[in-house]
């Protein structure tokens, strides 16, 4: 393969084999080969926590957002999977000639009423201008400053056979609703993007259980099946998820199959998977119903030592299927 595909956004095989065998090499450092949503370093005694991200979605407004909200909710729930409390957000922004100022002042507008929500400030920019056609519209790219406190360690390495995965809600909600604004669909039920904020939801969920939460990770790009993926090669255990619990609405699961998506690989932007000590895992499910973004939370399935590195999907009738990441492209410019 000689270049660069769209595929190689899309979040799954494409996208790790792009970063692992391409990008990852170069700057190679023990930080960096970590791979998780944000870099934990250390801080004068402590640690803080360091991430960035870009955003090219299409089209910038969609039913329950635009670019400048997801920019801000994406860059707060990376810092906060990962254990901090998150505080200050650069933003830097690519124009295109010709866009309409309207519609920039509504992106920033979205920006700020996000960053106020989440509790934390858009500090430090950049603006740069392109000609007409080299960015498609706006791209914002971000970076976000968040402290971990003390005490507070998520990785895969906590994880053990026996633990159970969690998740706060419906799954698909945010790459049905890109899809349904950019292929012109006449939806019945309108679909919203679930992007929001979940730092508040995660720091209860720490505030309350402490050690009892393992780890952390927001499904976005090649959804919840590859990050399920993900996990269990990166723990070198087994997962096993019972499809009947994982929650899906009926509109997303009806637009799925029209589209033959499968909602397991949609993206998403206000969900969050946990990885909870089975002893706590009940509680932990109603801390977050109490949440407004953790009323349809669920227990989905668990780690085993059986079939190391292999994720099996209960099926609705009993069977069980093999749930691999991504390959090729479903749904690109989703974030």
């Known amino acids: 393969m000689s270049g660069i595909l769209l595929a190689h956004g899309s979040g799954g095989k494409l ?53 400048g909200k997801l920019a801000v909710c994406g860059t707060v729930n990376d810092l906060s999977v990962c254990g901090a409390v998150p505080r200050y957000i650069s933003c830097s922004l690519i124009i295109e000639e ?20 989440a509790g934390v400030e858009v500090v430090t920019g950049d ?16 970076a976000g400053v968040g402290f971990v406190p003390e005490g507070v360690k998520l990785g895969l390495e906590r994880i053990e056979p026996g633990d ?21 669909m006449e939806l ?21 259980l402490g050690e009892a939460v393992k780890f952390m990770r927001d499904p976005t790009r090649g ?11 990166g723990t070198g255990l087994g997962v096993e998820v019972d499809e009947t619990a994982i929650p899906v609405s009926e509109p997303v699961r009806a637009a799925c199959e029209i589209l033959g998506l ?45 079939h190391p590195g292999r994720v099996y999907l209960r099926t609705e009738i009993g069977s069980k299927r093999i749930i691999e990441m991504l390959v090729g492209e479903q749904l690109p410019r989703i974030c």
């Not at 790790?16 to 170069?26: A, D, K, M």
């Not at 010709?98 to 106020?116: I, P, Q, Y």
């Not at 740069?128 to 914002?140: H, N, S, Y």
């Not at 959804?223 to 090669?233: N, Q």
Request: hydrophobic share 40%; net charge negative; charged share 25%.
């Open 15 to 67: 996208t790790h084999e792009l970063i692992s065998e391409t990008i990852l090499p170069t700057p190679g450092n023990p930080i960096l080969s970590k791979l998780t949503d944000s870099a934990i370093l250390p801080f004068e005694g402590g640690s803080i926590a360091f991430t960035t991200d870009s955003y090219v979605v299409k089209p910038i407004f969609f039913p329950g957002g635009d670019i």
């Open 98 to 117: 010709g866009f309409e100022m309207a519609d920039l002042e509504r992106v920033l507008r979205s920006m700020a009423e996000a960053a106020e929500e």
């Open 127 to 142: 603006t740069k201008v392109v000609e007409r056609g080299g960015a498609d519209g706006i791209f914002i790219n971000t």
């Open 164 to 184: 159970l995965i969690l998740i706060n809600g419906p799954i698909g909600e945010h790459g049905i609703a890109i899809l349904s604004v950019r292929e012109g």
């Open 188 to 208: 019945e039920v309108g679909i919203e993007s679930d992007c929001a904020p979940l730092n508040g939801l995660i720091k209860t969920l720490l505030d309350e």
């Open 223 to 233: 959804g919840v099946a590859t990050t399920l993926k993900e996990m269990s090669e």
């Open 262 to 306: 499968d909602p397991l690989y949609v993206a998403n932007e206000g969900k969050v998977i946990a990885v909870v000590d089975p002893k706590r895992a009940d509680e932990a499910v109603e801390l977050m119903r109490r949440h407004p973004l953790g009323r349809e939370a669920s227990i989905i399935g668990s780690f085993t030592e059986d």
